[in-house]
């Protein structure tokens, strides 16, 4: 082990005796070389180096030292660009190449590892921004980004939006953001020596100064009686051991950073008692805490002062130097769990571990001031990865107790990740009984973050809770039960979050001229192109005239319904009228129904022979094998395939047979459902017959029906966030599965009746949630 120095003498770096622990003798100090060539072009770029830094508000040091030499930042710069860039050999894991020209002495077994923080933290911002031609911002680049978190399996399949796991590192700035409140600590004990210049770690601690020689490369760490292995005579557990402060810092420094680096896979359990060790700098300022806020809270209740009396008797408590490093060392600690705890190996290791659960909840439950905003957030995010592995044994557990308070907390960050705990909490199926019982106040308080509309992230942590508390019938009713009277209502309307609508014609005459099939080669172009011709051959410039955006994709609907080759969205459709005819454009017209409309201004529909003056517009059925006549009124068409095709009275398995629909391959015993879905083929476009040759038009009462407006007959499409393959997505999707897990139970179904109609109409209009919202329905309509 290399000797590190400590302000202006020399400390020794122990090593230990195997047998009895005593310290050995300290190697000697080997002298620092200096074979960097000051060329005319090193200045250039040392003094280009330099101004870059002070223009973006960083530090840089000139001659870092690894392995007792001085580093050549402008060579080690040249050969990184000649090899593809910091990418490229973070990537191969390359660095080992750029070390061999320095000939390291062997002993110096973290080159590698050194070279590349030395790289990221003096030279990489400069690279992107002068070779690679990238700006970058004031304050440097942020952290390099880890690897993506593992998802929880048993949220993932029901909460598509899924990562509820936050990013490894722990100075993102989305967790900064959500921590307003939150100051960074403080910088630790300096490190330096004149005549020895040292590398400031490229950590979350800016100030945290590492002394190079002790970083570690995972590429070689020692198994056997080293870093990560070793058993009882592990270095690091030898130097918290010892007792002697500048070995402590060591062990600290090199936990630190071997929790924070992703590419090495740290098992808590290789170095026995580690946590117990660590837990012991911990137990000392606890025990402090607990006796202040006792006594605070006595003379809060006796003298009548206010919550401000414990953070001033707080801050009283930390005047003093020593305490003010003893937190540093304490938020160290919770830093590196909090880090670790995100290999699942390592988490359920330390759900398991009764004594770190104790302290980390004590952590939680630490007064909510500034101080120890970091710490406590530290705490929850550690809990929140071992919530996953937890199995409670009762319903007074203190996690069950402590992390509902958490809720009423003013830090967005901290509830946000206690509803998460709890969701993981509930995602376990041996929890149930446990968490059944449910405060009335807690889902108030719930329901209420569903009101805040700007924080999707709240909202959907907190659907996600409703969602696995509900998947239990007996769950679902207390919840029914517990929650406000607008429960019901707010789901529903996150049904159309993030919705957009797509509206047809409503209540609309026929159209003045009926989009006709012309005969031309147009199996033979593919799309767009085929869209184009099309559009030349139906339709023509006349600057006089216009026509609807809603009779051209009706009119392009009716031409390739039966193609073989799949037709283009509608709004690709209208684009592409400007393709064909240069000359039109779009403009906002008002109907004859006072209506506002979109029109093609500069076109008209052409004329063509096979139509006959005197044409009339028709319905017809399009059910297969019905041989009705045509209809003269949508409606009457809508009424003859309710009462005649999915007759109540008649049919016992119901189907959906309009133009061979697939949708019920097996059949639904449930009609309103097969009802909910054939009013997807509706609007249907009229057919035109020669006035001489119109057979005798059906008339049957229209019957008044509870299907919705115009008499059940769709006029718009709603559209959700979806997958590849239609399903919703997001918040509506979760929306719509916690309506379907309430509808279950009987006791719920009264919570129901004012939204039915409703969730029927959402159910035929917007197709990415039918599938939940049919079974919601369909527990409805069970009883």
Known sequence: MNKRTRGNRPIEAFQFNQRDNSPLAPRAIKPIEDNIERTPEYLSFMKSLEDFHKSHGTTLQREPVLGSKKLDLYKIYRMVIANGGCEKICAEKAW????????????????????????????????LENHWGKPVPYGGLPHRPGPPTPQPQELSSATPQGNITPPRRVNSQDNMKSLQSMRTIQSLQSVKDPGTPVVQSYTSYDQHSIIIDQIIDND????????????????ILLALKSQL???IDWAFEVLIELS?????TFYMDKIPGLIDNLLTFVAPFYKDMRKLTELANVNIKEMGKDFDYIESTIKEYFSSLARIEQLKRIMQIFLMFRNLSFLEYNAEMMATYKPLRRFLIEGLNLPEITRFS???????????????FIVLKSGREELLLTLPKMIYSNDSALIIRSIRALTLLASNENNVEFMREIDSDMVERLVQFLLIDDDEELIIAVLDWFYHYSTYEESACKLAQTAPGNFIRLLINFLRHGASDEKFLQNQKLPEKRPFQIHGEFENFSEPHRTIEWL?????????????QTDIWYAYRDQFTNSSVPMMPAADVIKNVNV????????????????????IQGIKRRRFPEELPGTVPTYQCRWTDCENDAFQIDTDLYNHVLNDHINKEQEINYNCHWMDCKRFPYGSPDRLVVIAHVK???????????????????????????????????NHRIYVSSDMNGDALGIPLTASLILRNLSVSRKNLHYFAAYEQELTEMLANCVGLSKHLAETLSNLRSV
Do not use: W
């Open 245 to 247: 402060p500048n070995e």
């Open 260 to 264: 924070e680096d992703e590419s090495i």
């Open 680 to 714: 997807t083929h509706f609007p249907v476009e009229p057919e035109i017959e020669s006035e001489g040759k119109r057979r005798k038009v059906k008339t049957t009462k229209s019957s008044v029906n509870k299907y919705g407006k115009n008499n059940g007959i769709i």
């Open 580 to 599: 064909a005819f240069p000359d039109s454009s779009a403009i906002m017209t008002t109907t004859a129904d006072g209506a506002s409309k979109y029109m």
């Open 536 to 548: 030349k051959k139906y339709y023509e410039e006349s600057q006089s005239d216009g026509v609807l």
């Open 220 to 235: 070689e760490i020692e198994e056997d009686g080293s870093l990560l292995g070793g058993g009882n005579s592990n270095r």
């Open 96 to 127: 080992k190449k750029i070390c061999e020209p320095f000939n390291f002495p062997q002993t110096c077994t973290n080159s590698a590892y050194v070279m590349k923080n030395v790289y990221i933290r003096f030279l990489e911002a400069y690279e």
């Open 374 to 388: 970091e710490l406590r957030y530290h705490c929850l995010e550690t809990v929140e990865n071992m919530c996953k």
